[in-house]
C-alpha cells in the first residue's frame, strides 16, 4: 500500500494545472540535461500559485529519489550561520534539491546566498527559489551566472488553465463561467472556489467581478456555517496572528478544545503549515481580517488585544533565543499603525544581524564613534565600554559580515553613580529629569539607549534601529524594578516628531562636544510597559490615566499581576507598581500589608463556588512556591489547558475585586 506522502504526491499531481513549461525545464535539470539552469527562480503576487509550484517540482524530484531540503523563508534565521546549517545538505550531499519558498522575506540573504554559500553547492545539485520580487538585477547581469539562473514570472491562469482545474475539482459546469469571470485567471482565488464545491454556490449569483467584497463572499462560501462560536474565535486568531499554533490557540481561548480547533483550521484549503504553525495564504488573511473588521470590529479589537498581552507574556518568559520571534509576532500584529510606521522601516535591504561586543570589535566601535559624533563621544564609548561591556551590540551586514554600527542600552541603578554623572552628560540630563518628576527609588532602575551609531545612515529609520529597538522593549518587558525608560538621538526635531505619542520629549539638550542631543523618556512606573507597547504599535496616544491615583485600569490590572509575579522576590515586590496605587496608600507598613491584603483577596476568590478552582490556581501558581506554571498544574493534578482556564478566572476574579478597592476603598 502506497504511504499517506505518496497518497498525497499523488493527489497534488493529480489536482495540479498548468505550469507545463516549468514543470519540464525542472524535469529536464533532474534529468542531467547538459544546458539546464542550476537555479531556478520564481517571482510574482501573492496568490498567483508560487508555494503551488514548489510543491509540485518537489513531487517531481522525490519521483527520481533525491534528497530535498524544504524552507519557507518567513521563518529563516537573520543568521547566516543558520541557514547554513538547514542547507548544509546542499554542499555535502550531491544530488540534493533545495526549496525556499516565500524568499522575501528573507530577500536580506541574497549576496551571501549568491556570492558565498551557493557556490559552494556539491555536484548535481539544483536551487529553487520563489518570491514576491524579482531577483536583483546584478543576479541576472552576472556573466558567470549565465546559463545556471533561469528567472520565471509567473502570469495568472489562462483561460483554459483556469477552468481546468475547475474541471478538476468538479464544479457544475453552469457554475463555472461566474466563477471565471470572478477569479480572473487568480490561481488562489480559483483554489478557493474549487475548494468550497458546487454546493458553495447560488444560482442567484449571475453577475460576479474581482473585488474585495466578492471575495469575502468566496471566502464565506470557502468555509460554509462554522461548526460553532469556537470555531469562528480559532478563525479570527488566525485572521490575525502571524502564525497559528495549538499552543496559542490554547493561550488565547482557554476555554476551548484547542486540539480540536487546530485540527478543524489546518484542514482549510487556505491554510499552510509550517514549522511555527499554520499560516494562511496572505490574500486569505487580508480578506479574512478585513470581513472581520467589517462584520465584528469589537471582536476583531479584543482578539488583536488578547494576542497582544498573550504575545507579552510569551515577551517576559520565553526563552533567550525566541525573544525575536515573539517581538516579530508583536509587531505584525500591529503593523498598519501610523506610529510603528514611522519608526520601523519593514525593509531587508542591507540586513544586519546583532552580536555581543567582543574584545576585537573595541576598535572599530570607537572609530565610528569618533567619525559620526565626534572624539568628546568616543571617550565616552569607551568609558562605557569598560563600565558595561554587557550593554554594547554590534552589527554585522549578513552579505559580507562587515561591521557597521553599533548600539549600547545602559540600565543605571539608583543612586546614581557619582562618576556617571560627571563624566556623560546625556546620563546627568537623564537622572536630573528623574529627580524633578519622580524620583528613582532605591532598588529600581533606569534603562538608556545611549548609543545608535550606524555611520551609513545615521539615526535615521534602519534595520539597525529596527533591531535594537525590538531589543529595548523586549528588555523593558522582562526587567524588574525599571522606573524609566531613555532614548537619546541627535536630531531631536525629526525624532520629536517620529515619536509624538509613544515617548515624552524631557525638553534636555544636553551637550557632548560640538552637539548637543534630545533626551526622550518614559515613566514606566505610570505607564507598564504591556500597556505603552500596545498603544504604541497601535498608533494611539498612551490614555490619560483615569484612576483615582492616576492609573488607568488596563495598568492597575498589570500592577496586580506584576504583585503576583514577584510574590517570592521581596526585594522585587517592594518596589512593585501596586504600591503606588490608592489601594496602598494609606497602609502603615506597606509591603507587608499589601502582602496580606493579596493573600486575603486570593481566598475571597473562593466565595463565589465558581472560584474554588481559580483560587487554587492562583494559590498554586502565585503563592505557594511552584518553580513553574506547569508544575503548579501537576501540584492540583490539572491538565495545563485546564489549570490556564482556571488561572485565566482567577486572575479577572481578583482584579475585578481590588479594582472595586481602589474605586471604593470596601470589598465587593
Known amino acids: 500500500m502506497a504511504s499517506v506522502g505518496e497518497r498525497l504526491s499523488t493527489a497534488r499531481v493529480r489536482a495540479f494545472v498548468?505550469?507545463?513549461?516549468?514543470?519540464?525545464?525542472?524535469?529536464?535539470?533532474?534529468?542531467?540535461?547538459?544546458?539546464?539552469?542550476?537555479?531556478?527562480?520564481?517571482?510574482?503576487?501573492?496568490?498567483?500559485?508560487?508555494?503551488?509550484?514548489?510543491?509540485?517540482?518537489?513531487?517531481?524530484?522525490?519521483?527520481?529519489?533525491?534528497?530535498?531540503?524544504?524552507?519557507?523563508?518567513?521563518?529563516?534565521?537573520?543568521?547566516?550561520?543558520?541557514?547554513?546549517?538547514?542547507?548544509?545538505?546542499?554542499?555535502?550531499?550531491?544530488?540534493?534539491?533545495?526549496?525556499?519558498?516565500?524568499?522575501?522575506?528573507?530577500?536580506?540573504?541574497?549576496?551571501?546566498?549568491?556570492?558565498?554559500?551557493?557556490?559552494?553547492?556539491?555536484?548535481?545539485?539544483?536551487?529553487?527559489?520563489?518570491?514576491?520580487?524579482?531577483?536583483?538585477?546584478?543576479?541576472?547581469?552576472?556573466?558567470?551566472?549565465?546559463?545556471?539562473?533561469?528567472?520565471?514570472?509567473?502570469?495568472?491562469?489562462?483561460a483554459d488553465q483556469a477552468r481546468a482545474l475547475l474541471v478538476v475539482a468538479q464544479i457544475r459546469p453552469e457554475l463555472r463561467d461566474r466563477v471565471l469571470r470572478f477569479a480572473g485567471g487568480n490561481p488562489l482565488a480559483l483554489s478557493l472556489a474549487a475548494a468550497a464545491g458546487s454546493a458553495g454556490w447560488s444560482r442567484d449569483d449571475d453577475i460576479w467581478a474581482p473585488s474585495a467584497d466578492v471575495l469575502r463572499a468566496l471566502l464565506a462560501g470557502l468555509i460554509g456555517e462554522v461548526p460553532s462560536a469556537a470555531h469562528r474565535r480559532a478563525l479570527e486568531v488566525a485572521a490575525q496572528a502571524h502564525s497559528t499554533s495549538e499552543e496559542l490557540l490554547t493561550a488565547v481561548l482557554p476555554e476551548e478544545d484547542a486540539h480540536l480547533l487546530f485540527s478543524w483550521l489546518r484542514d482549510l484549503p487556505f491554510m499552510e503549515a509550517t514549522h511555527r504553525g499554520l499560516h494562511p495564504h496572505d490574500a486569505a488573511r487580508e480578506t479574512l481580517a478585513a470581513d472581520l473588521r467589517w462584520r465584528a470590529p469589537h471582536a476583531y479589537a479584543a482578539m488583536r488585544e488578547r494576542l497582544a498581552e498573550e504575545y507579552l507574556r510569551m515577551l517576559r518568559e520565553a526563552p533567550e533565543d525566541r525573544v525575536w520571534t515573539v517581538t516579530d509576532e508583536l509587531f505584525f500584529l500591529f503593523r498598519e499603525g501610523k506610529t510603528l510606521a514611522r519608526l520601523r522601516t519593514w525593509s531587508r535591504e542591507d540586513e544586519v544581524h546583532d552580536r555581543p561586543l567582543q574584545p576585537d570589535d573595541v576598535d572599530d566601535v570607537v572609530r565610528m564613534a569618533e567619525a559620526t559624533e565626534g572624539p568628546e563621544s568616543a571617550a565616552l564609548v569607551r568609558y562605557w565600554i569598560q563600565r558595561q561591556p554587557q550593554a554594547f551590540s554590534v552589527y554585522r551586514l549578513v552579505s559580507t559580515g562587515r561591521t557597521v554600527a553599533f548600539t549600547a542600552r545602559l540600565a543605571l541603578s539608583a543612586p546614581p553613580d557619582p562618576e556617571d554623572v560627571s563624566t556623560d552628560p546625556v546620563v546627568a540630563a537623564a537622572w536630573a529629569h528623574t529627580d524633578a518628576s519622580t524620583p528613582v527609588r532605591p532598588g529600581e532602575h533606569i534603562g538608556i539607549s545611549r548609543f545608535t551609531v550606524y555611520p551609513e545612515r545615521y539615526q535615521v529609520p534602519s534595520r539597525v534601529i529596527d533591531l535594537s529597538s525590538s531589543r529595548a522593549q523586549a528588555e523593558a518587558a522582562r526587567a524588574h524594578g525599571r522606573a524609566y525608560g531613555f532614548a537619546v538621538w541627535r536630531d531631536a526635531e525629526s525624532w520629536a516628531a517620529r515619536v509624538k505619542g509613544s515617548l515624552q520629549d524631557t525638553g534636555a539638550r544636553p551637550r557632548v562636544g560640538a552637539h548637543s542631543y534630545g533626551l526622550f523618556g518614559i515613566d514606566w512606573r505610570r505607564t507598564p510597559v504591556e500597556t505603552w507597547l500596545r498603544h504604541f504599535i497601535a498608533a494611539t496616544d498612551v490614555p490619560v490615566q483615569s484612576g483615582p491615583s492616576g492609573v488607568s485600569r488596563t495598568a492597575f490590572d498589570q500592577a496586580v499581576r506584576e504583585a503576583l509575579d514577584h510574590w517570592r522576590d521581596p526585594g522585587a515586590f517592594a518596589v512593585c507598581a501596586l504600591l503606588r496605587v490608592r489601594l496602598a496608600a494609606d497602609l502603615t507598613d506597606p509591603v507587608a500589608e499589601l502582602r496580606a491584603l493579596l493573600q486575603q483577596a486570593v481566598d475571597d476568590v473562593a466565595r463565589d463556588p465558581r472560584g474554588v478552582r481559580a483560587r487554587d490556581a492562583l494559590t498554586a501558581g502565585f503563592l505557594s512556591g511552584a518553580p513553574t506554571q506547569e508544575a503548579a498544574a501537576r501540584r492540583l493534578g490539572l491538565p495545563y489547558g485546564t489549570y490556564r482556564r482556571h488561572m485565566r478566572q482567577g486572575l479577572d476574579l481578583l482584579c475585578e475585586a481590588l479594582w472595586q478597592q481602589e474605586l471604593y476603598g470596601t470589598r465587593q
Open 18 to 158: 498548468g505550469r507545463e513549461a516549468e514543470v519540464e525545464r525542472f524535469a529536464q535539470a533532474l534529468g542531467g540535461a547538459p544546458q539546464a539552469p542550476f537555479a531556478f527562480y520564481t517571482y510574482g503576487p501573492g496568490g498567483i500559485g508560487k508555494s503551488a509550484l514548489l510543491r509540485r517540482l518537489a513531487d517531481r524530484a522525490r519521483q527520481d529519489n533525491r534528497p530535498l531540503i524544504e524552507l519557507d523563508g518567513r521563518f529563516v534565521s537573520r543568521d547566516t550561520a543558520d541557514f547554513a546549517h538547514a542547507a548544509a545538505a546542499l554542499v555535502e550531499t550531491p544530488g540534493t534539491i533545495l526549496f525556499v519558498d516565500s524568499f522575501e522575506h528573507c530577500q536580506w540573504l541574497e549576496s551571501w546566498l549568491w556570492q558565498q554559500f551557493l557556490p559552494q553547492a556539491a555536484a548535481d545539485t539544483l536551487v529553487v527559489l520563489a518570491g514576491r520580487l524579482p531577483p536583483p538585477a546584478s543576479w541576472t547581469a552576472d556573466p558567470a551566472w549565465t546559463g545556471l539562473l533561469h528567472v520565471t514570472e509567473l502570469a495568472p491562469f489562462s
